[in-house]
């Protein structure tokens, strides 16, 4: 063995014992640059070949490709071993980095509204009440006292099933079947979505949600209605916020009324959103009609009640200050992440 042969054992023996102990990828860089580098073993080996006798040049020349391709083999595989810990210079990880914040999602502006209201009417000792979407025209339309030719049994406004179902146009069947299923005294409040065929625009949609309140008991009057609504608003919008009752009519109730809010943008005195006039209409309500009563088995002379149905999105729109309701449905998270 010459003593070319002796320094690539030597050579070797180290580069092992180092590639074994490199901690960093700095450790390995110097392996390579004092093995393989210019200046390094190898090449100075290279060059010194020349003066090996001819009768040895194969075996060193041999001994000297085994040994490098050897050390450039611990090499990669100390590096790829930092690498693995995790350590490696280029994918170090970075302590002083800020975390990655996890961006939880919420409840949708609607729902947190409709929870609201359902919090609100819960504190009065009202309970929750659901109904189907898909309704039949016997509790959407019939039993709520509608006649057969009320414009808003038509086709161009009510979605028609080929089974002459519907989807429901209002929250108010949700009261016939309460009424169906349990005996007076009734206390609930009904939140859910409707379904009309309106051409969309920025206050009106094609699927909207409102949320239905009856009341049934012994001596129901309109001034408890009057106060529960009184109450409901002061508790949604504050307490400078008052409410009016307008004689309408709808065919579920008797007398009828339609209520407004004084302006919650402009505090009663005039603005765009209320048109200058203070107030902002919010939804209709009323008596139950006796036919009502009828319809479900109750006895018109034992009970009374009142009955109220209102606009989630319209709610919402105030108390959010929504300009356009088609923005609650586009699902834009810049525009959800806001609340
Ligand atoms: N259902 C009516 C509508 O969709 C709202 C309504 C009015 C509900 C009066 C009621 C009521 O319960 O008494 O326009």
Redesign the pocket.
Known sequence: MNAIIEKINQALADAERRAGEAADAAAVEQLRIDYLGRNGLFPALSREMGQVPPEERRETGCAFNAGRGKIQELIENAAARLKAAGSGSGDAIDLTLPGRRWKAGHKHPITMLADECVAVFRRMGFIVAEGPEIEDIYHNFDALNTPADHPSRDPQDTFYFADGRILR????PV?IRVMESHQPPVRIVAPGR?FRRDTPDATHGMNFH?I???YVDRGVSMADLKSVLQTFATEMYGPKVKIRLRPHF?P??EP?VEYDFSCIMCGGKGCPVCKHSGWIEI????MVDPAVFANVGYDPEKWTG?????GIERLAMLRYRIPDLRLLYENDVRFLEQF
């Open positions: 146009t209002q929250t108010s009261q409707v409102q239905e309140g009856l709808f579920f109730t009828s939804a209709g309500a009323g009142f009955a109220f149905g209102m």
